[in-house]
């Protein structure tokens, strides 16, 4: 049964930093892209970055280019999101989601259930 189970969200002042975990179970990450998505209240979802399954170098959205990190951890079958530099327009549910590869038209089958980042002071 495929599983992504994000965890790490919690409540960070402006400008600090928090790790994303998403861990995924019922497929390997040697296997499959890991996306990265975000969601805050009354907005549409926005695609963060997608990380294919030869790890390689990310891809960013625009916006977050310099501030985030998505890394894994294939032994552990983990991927993460290193989020940098907060601020409040950052609170949303963050999520990750399969896909078989970062193309332009990427397709996720499976997402997490996700995790609240609350950026505020």
């Known amino acids: 049964q495929v599983q992504l189970v994000e965890s790490g969200g919690t409540l960070v002042e402006p400008g600090g930093s928090l790790r994303l975990s998403c861990a995924a179970s019922?497929?390997?990450?040697?296997?499959?892209?890991i996306g990265w998505f975000r969601q805050a209240p009354g907005k549409e979802r926005e695609g963060l970055s997608c990380?294919?399954?030869?790890?390689?170098?990310?891809v960013y959205a625009e916006f977050v280019m310099g501030r985030f990190t998505a890394s894994k951890d294939d032994d552990k079958n983990m991927a993460y999101l290193q989020l940098n530099s907060l601020k409040p327009d950052d609170t949303a549910a963050y999520y990750c989601?399969?896909?078989?590869?970062?193309?332009?038209?990427?397709?996720?089958?499976?997402w997490g259930q996700g995790t609240r980042v609350t950026v505020s002071s």
């Open positions: 989601a399969r896909a078989p590869a970062c193309t332009s038209d990427v397709r996720y089958d499976y």
């Open positions: 019922g497929f390997s990450l040697r296997d499959y892209a």
């Open positions: 990380l294919n399954k030869y790890e390689g170098t990310p």
